[in-house]
Protein backbone atom coordinates (compact mmCIF):
# COMPACT_ATOMS: atom_id res chain seq x y z
CA UNK A 1 0.00 0.00 0.00
CA UNK A 2 2.53 2.65 0.98
CA UNK A 3 4.64 1.74 -2.02
CA UNK A 4 1.41 2.61 -4.25
CA UNK A 5 0.52 5.09 -3.29
CA UNK A 6 4.58 7.03 -3.31
CA UNK A 7 4.10 5.76 -6.52
CA UNK A 8 0.69 7.41 -6.94
CA UNK A 9 -0.28 9.92 -3.97
CA UNK A 10 -4.34 10.25 -3.59
CA UNK A 11 -5.26 6.69 -4.47
CA UNK A 12 -8.10 5.33 -1.92
CA UNK A 13 -7.21 3.41 0.95
CA UNK A 14 -8.69 0.22 -0.30
CA UNK A 15 -6.30 0.08 -3.32
CA UNK A 16 -3.35 -1.78 -1.46
CA UNK A 17 -1.55 -4.05 -4.09
CA UNK A 18 -0.96 -2.85 -7.80
CA UNK A 19 1.19 -4.18 -10.81
CA UNK A 20 4.16 -1.16 -11.52
CA UNK A 21 5.74 -1.78 -15.18
CA UNK A 22 8.32 0.74 -15.59
CA UNK A 23 9.24 0.17 -19.23
CA UNK A 24 5.64 0.98 -20.21
CA UNK A 25 5.35 3.01 -22.63
CA UNK A 26 2.71 5.80 -23.40
CA UNK A 27 2.40 8.67 -25.73
CA UNK A 28 1.18 12.03 -24.34
CA UNK A 29 -0.49 13.61 -27.14
CA UNK A 30 -1.99 10.61 -29.71
CA UNK A 31 -2.96 13.80 -31.86
CA UNK A 32 0.63 15.03 -32.61
CA UNK A 33 2.17 11.45 -32.46
CA UNK A 34 0.29 10.69 -35.75
CA UNK A 35 1.23 14.01 -37.16
CA UNK A 36 4.73 13.10 -36.65
CA UNK A 37 4.31 9.56 -38.02
CA UNK A 38 3.00 11.48 -41.09
CA UNK A 39 6.21 13.49 -41.38
CA UNK A 40 8.32 10.74 -41.36
CA UNK A 41 6.47 8.64 -44.07
CA UNK A 42 6.42 12.23 -46.33
CA UNK A 43 9.99 11.80 -46.07
CA UNK A 44 9.68 8.93 -47.52
CA UNK A 45 7.99 9.53 -50.43
CA UNK A 46 4.05 9.14 -48.95
CA UNK A 47 2.01 11.70 -50.41
CA UNK A 48 -2.04 12.04 -48.95
CA UNK A 49 -4.96 12.39 -51.59
CA UNK A 50 -8.49 12.67 -50.11
CA UNK A 51 -10.84 10.67 -52.22
CA UNK A 52 -13.40 7.99 -51.98
CA UNK A 53 -11.74 4.31 -53.24
CA UNK A 54 -14.57 1.80 -55.19
CA UNK A 55 -12.44 -0.86 -56.15
CA UNK A 56 -8.98 -1.73 -55.84
CA UNK A 57 -7.13 -4.48 -57.70
CA UNK A 58 -4.04 -6.27 -57.68
CA UNK A 59 -1.37 -7.22 -60.31
CA UNK A 60 2.05 -7.90 -61.13
CA UNK A 61 2.85 -4.23 -61.66
CA UNK A 62 1.48 -3.02 -58.52
CA UNK A 63 -2.41 -1.73 -57.43
CA UNK A 64 -4.91 -0.08 -58.96
CA UNK A 65 -7.02 2.11 -57.22
CA UNK A 66 -10.53 3.27 -58.98
CA UNK A 67 -11.86 6.48 -57.21
CA UNK A 68 -15.65 7.34 -56.90
CA UNK A 69 -15.24 9.86 -59.99
CA UNK A 70 -13.83 6.97 -62.35
CA UNK A 71 -10.13 8.16 -62.35
CA UNK A 72 -7.76 5.49 -62.00
CA UNK A 73 -4.15 5.24 -60.04
CA UNK A 74 -1.57 3.43 -59.95
CA UNK A 75 0.84 2.47 -56.93
CA UNK A 76 3.51 0.03 -56.78
CA UNK A 77 2.87 -0.54 -53.09
CA UNK A 78 -0.22 0.16 -51.30
CA UNK A 79 -1.37 0.19 -47.64
CA UNK A 80 -4.62 0.11 -46.52
CA UNK A 81 -5.38 1.94 -43.33
CA UNK A 82 -9.47 2.69 -44.09
CA UNK A 83 -10.09 1.49 -40.19
CA UNK A 84 -13.28 0.18 -40.10
CA UNK A 85 -13.77 -0.34 -44.07
CA UNK A 86 -10.24 -1.81 -44.72
CA UNK A 87 -11.84 -4.99 -44.91
CA UNK A 88 -14.09 -3.59 -47.68
CA UNK A 89 -11.06 -3.15 -49.54
CA UNK A 90 -8.91 -5.57 -48.88
CA UNK A 91 -11.66 -7.83 -50.20
CA UNK A 92 -11.09 -6.76 -53.49
CA UNK A 93 -8.05 -8.79 -53.97
CA UNK A 94 -8.34 -11.57 -52.44
CA UNK A 95 -7.58 -11.07 -48.96
CA UNK A 96 -10.35 -12.05 -46.03
CA UNK A 97 -9.46 -9.38 -43.32
CA UNK A 98 -11.94 -10.73 -39.83
CA UNK A 99 -12.41 -7.25 -38.95
CA UNK A 100 -15.20 -5.98 -36.46
CA UNK A 101 -15.73 -1.98 -35.02
CA UNK A 102 -15.11 -1.05 -31.73
CA UNK A 103 -16.57 2.26 -30.58
CA UNK A 104 -14.55 3.21 -27.53
CA UNK A 105 -16.05 5.84 -24.89
CA UNK A 106 -13.97 8.45 -23.04
CA UNK A 107 -13.82 12.08 -21.39
CA UNK A 108 -11.24 13.89 -21.16
CA UNK A 109 -11.02 15.77 -18.25
CA UNK A 110 -8.96 19.44 -17.20
CA UNK A 111 -5.12 18.87 -16.47
CA UNK A 112 -6.31 20.01 -12.94
CA UNK A 113 -8.72 17.69 -12.78
CA UNK A 114 -6.60 14.82 -10.88
CA UNK A 115 -2.61 14.92 -9.89
CA UNK A 116 -2.27 12.01 -12.47
CA UNK A 117 1.62 10.49 -12.28
CA UNK A 118 1.22 7.98 -14.94
CA UNK A 119 -1.47 5.90 -16.74
CA UNK A 120 -3.47 3.74 -14.17
CA UNK A 121 -5.53 0.82 -15.24
CA UNK A 122 -8.65 -0.08 -13.28
CA UNK A 123 -8.77 -3.38 -14.55
CA UNK A 124 -11.33 -4.78 -11.88
CA UNK A 125 -13.48 -1.98 -12.14
CA UNK A 126 -13.09 -1.75 -16.29
CA UNK A 127 -11.43 1.58 -16.79
CA UNK A 128 -8.35 3.44 -17.54
CA UNK A 129 -7.19 6.64 -16.48
CA UNK A 130 -4.06 8.31 -18.90
CA UNK A 131 -2.49 11.93 -17.95
CA UNK A 132 -2.27 13.78 -21.34
CA UNK A 133 -0.63 16.84 -22.64
CA UNK A 134 -4.40 18.27 -22.88
CA UNK A 135 -5.83 16.62 -20.03
CA UNK A 136 -6.74 12.85 -18.28
CA UNK A 137 -8.54 11.12 -20.57
CA UNK A 138 -10.79 8.90 -18.67
CA UNK A 139 -11.79 5.85 -20.63
CA UNK A 140 -13.42 2.10 -20.61
CA UNK A 141 -16.70 1.32 -21.86
CA UNK A 142 -16.42 0.18 -25.36
CA UNK A 143 -18.79 -1.81 -27.62
CA UNK A 144 -19.14 -3.97 -31.24
CA UNK A 145 -21.06 -1.69 -33.24
CA UNK A 146 -20.51 -2.70 -36.65
CA UNK A 147 -19.82 0.22 -39.35
Not at 25 to 35: F, S
Not at 69 to 80: C, E, H, N, P, Y
Not at 112 to 133: C, M, N, W, Y
Amino acid sequence: GDALAALQPGLSLRFVKGTFVPAWKTVTDPKLMGKAIWAYAETKGARFEKARIDHVGAGQGGATLTLADGTVRQAKRLVIAAGAWSHLLAKHIGDRIPLETERGYNTTLPKTAFDVKRQLIFSGHGFVVTPLETGVRVGGAVEFGGI
